[in-house]
C-alpha cells in the first residue's frame, strides 16, 4: 500500500511539466506557415444548435485557415495564365484576399465574409468648374488616367502639350476628334495645320465637321469630350468656352465644366454620333472608321421642358425659355452679346442683374442692345487686362455663361457652354449648351464673376446713350 502511493506521487512530479507544457502550446497562438495564407472566410455555419434563453441559437464552427494552393487558377493547355479572381468561391464560400482590409461583422444572410475596402471609395467631385489656366492641366490628368477611349468635337486645336498628351495614348485608346472647316485666319491656320500633322503621326482619326447651313460663314463652334472611362471607372464629359489652343489655356479668360452625369453624357454622344454623320475623313486614320463604336444610354427620364444639354437651333429656344421664366435677376460674362431677342426679353422684364463683356465690346455694334440692357436695370462691366505688364496685347474674355437666380421649380439655373449670345452662333452654328440646377457649380461660376468683376482691371460701363432700336418705344 505504501509502495503504491510512493509511485502515484512520483508520476504526478514526473508528468506535472509535460501537462504545463502541453497547456502552453494549447493556448499559445499557431504559427503561419508558408503553405498557409491568411483568414479570408469563416466557415459555413454548423448545423448543430444549442438552447438559450430559450430560443434555438445556431452555433459557428471554428474558422478554417485556407491554404494558398487551394486558390491557384487551373490553366487549360494552350491558354494564358492569369492572377486568381479575388471573388473566386473557395469550399463553398465567396472570399476576397487583401492584404491591408478591414474585416466586418458576417452577413447573418449569407455565408460570406464583408470585407471593407482598404479606402473608401471618395465622393464625386463633379459637376466642377476649371478656369483659365488649370483647364490645360485638368485636361491633360483626365487624358493621362482615361483607359478605354476619348471622343471630341473642338473647334480649335493647337496647343502642343495636349496633342502631345492625347497622342501618346492613341495607341491604347480608341477615339475620334471632330474638327471645324478650316481657319480663314492663315496664322491660326497654319499652327493648326502643325497640330493635325502631329495628331497624323500619332494615329489619332480627324474629321472635318460639314455644317447643315448653308451660309459659308457657319462653323462647329463646339468645345467637348468624352472620356469612357475616368474616374471611379466612370464616363466623364468636359465642355465649356475654352478651345484646345495654347491662347486659350495661356491667356485668355476661359471655363470648362466636368461632369459625370449619365444624362448629360448621353445627349453629347448623341450628337458626336451625328456629327459623324456630317463630318469627312481628313486624315488616312479617320477612313478605317465606318461608324463610332460609341453608346451610351440616359438612367432617367428626361424633362422636356428642361433639358440638360442643347443643341445648335434649339438652344435659342432654352434660352428664350430661361429668360421668360426669370423671376429674379439674370448674371453672368459673355464674350458676345449682340442677339437682339434676348436684349429685347431681359430689358423689358426690368429684373436686372450683372453681365461681363470683353473689351471688344464696341467693335460689335451692341451699343442700342446693351443700352436696352442697362434700362432693364442690368449693370455692364468689361475687363481690360494686359497678357503680362509688360505686353502690348490684351486679355480676352472669353466666357460663355448665365445665371439665372429664381428660374423654373423656383430654383437657380446656369447656361455654359460654347454659343455666343449672338444670331450667328444661334442659327447658323453647330453649337451646344449645358444647362444644370447644380448648386454647387452655380455658386462655383458666381465666385468666378464676383472675382473678374471686383479685378482691379475692370470698369463698370456708363450709361450709353438712346440709340434708334427695333425694340423700344
Not at 101 to 108: G, S, T, Y
Not at 148 to 169: E, H, M, Q, S
Not at 339 to 348: I, P, V
Not at 430 to 458: C, P
Request: proline share 5%; glycine share 4%; charged share 25%.
Amino acid at each position: 500500500m505504501i509502495f503504491q502511493i510512493r509511485y502515484t506521487k512520483i508520476c504526478m512530479v514526473l508528468c506535472f511539466p509535460t501537462f504545463l507544457f502541453g497547456m502552453e502550446q494549447r493556448t499559445r497562438p499557431a504559427e503561419k506557415t508558408k503553405n498557409e495564407a491568411v483568414i479570408v472566410k469563416v466557415a459555413p455555419l454548423a448545423k448543430k444548435t444549442s438552447k438559450a434563453n430559450g430560443e434555438t441559437v445556431k452555433q459557428p464552427a471554428a474558422a478554417k485557415k485556407v491554404s494558398k494552393s487551394a486558390l491557384k487558377v487551373k490553366v487549360k493547355p494552350g491558354a494564358t495564365a492569369q492572377k486568381p479572381n479575388t471573388h473566386e468561391k473557395v469550399k463553398g464560400v465567396n472570399a476576397k484576399i487583401t492584404t491591408k482590409a478591414k474585416m466586418l461583422p458576417q452577413d447573418e444572410s449569407t455565408d460570406e465574409l464583408i470585407i471593407a475596402p482598404a479606402k473608401d471609395v471618395a465622393k464625386s467631385p463633379y459637376p466642377k468648374a476649371y478656369y483659365n489656366r488649370d483647364i490645360a492641366g485638368v485636361l491633360k490628368r483626365l487624358i493621362m488616367q482615361e483607359t478605354k477611349g476619348i471622343w471630341g468635337a473642338i473647334y480649335r486645336c493647337n496647343d502642343p502639350v495636349f496633342i502631345k498628351a492625347w497622342g501618346g495614348k492613341v495607341s491604347k485608346l480608341s477615339g475620334c476628334l471632330m474638327l471645324s472647316r478650316n481657319s480663314e485666319n492663315e496664322a491660326e491656320d497654319r499652327k493648326e495645320q502643325l497640330a493635325l500633322a502631329k495628331f497624323e503621326e500619332f494615329g489619332l482619326p480627324i474629321r472635318r465637321v460639314n455644317t447643315l447651313q448653308e451660309n459659308l460663314h457657319s462653323e462647329m463652334h463646339n468645345k467637348f469630350l468624352i472620356f469612357e472611362c475616368n474616374e471611379f471607372g466612370k464616363p466623364l464629359v468636359a465642355t465649356g468656352s475654352s478651345n484646345a489652343t495654347t491662347a486659350a489655356f495661356t491667356y485668355h479668360f476661359e471655363d470648362i465644366v466636368v461632369s459625370d452625369d449619365p444624362n448629360v453624357i448621353a445627349y453629347y454622344v448623341a450628337e458626336l454620333h451625328e456629327m459623324f454623320i456630317q463630318s469627312k475623313p481628313d486624315n488616312k486614320h479617320a477612313h478605317a472608321i465606318k461608324e463610332l463604336a460609341l453608346r451610351f444610354q440616359p438612367v432617367s427620364k428626361i424633362d422636356k421642358k428642361f433639358p440638360p444639354v442643347s443643341f445648335r437651333s434649339a438652344i435659342k429656344e432654352v434660352v428664350k425659355n430661361l429668360i421668360a421664366w426669370e423671376t429674379g435677376s439674370i448674371d453672368g460674362a459673355q464674350f458676345v452679346f449682340i442677339w437682339n431677342e434676348a436684349a429685347e426679353l431681359w430689358g423689358q422684364k426690368k429684373i436686372g442683374g450683372s453681365l461681363m463683356l470683353d473689351m471688344r465690346y464696341e467693335e460689335d455694334n451692341a451699343t442700342s442692345m446693351l443700352y436696352c440692357l442697362q434700362q432693364g436695370g442690368v449693370k455692364l462691366f468689361v475687363i481690360k487686362k494686359k497678357y503680362y505688364p509688360s505686353s502690348d496685347r490684351f486679355v480676352c474674355m472669353h466666357h460663355k455663361f448665365l445665371i439665372f437666380n429664381n428660374n423654373i421649380y423656383k430654383k437657380p439655373v446656369i447656361l455654359v457652354g460654347s454659343v455666343n449670345m449672338s444670331d450667328k452662333s444661334l442659327d447658323e452654328n453647330w453649337e451646344n449648351a449645358l444647362v444644370s440646377e447644380d448648386n454647387s457649380l452655380i455658386q462655383q461660376f458666381r465666385g468666378k464673376l464676383n472675382s473678374m468683376i471686383t479685378d482691379k482691371a475692370a470698369k463698370a460701363i456708363p450709361d450709353l446713350e438712346k440709340q434708334p432700336s427695333p425694340f423700344l418705344d
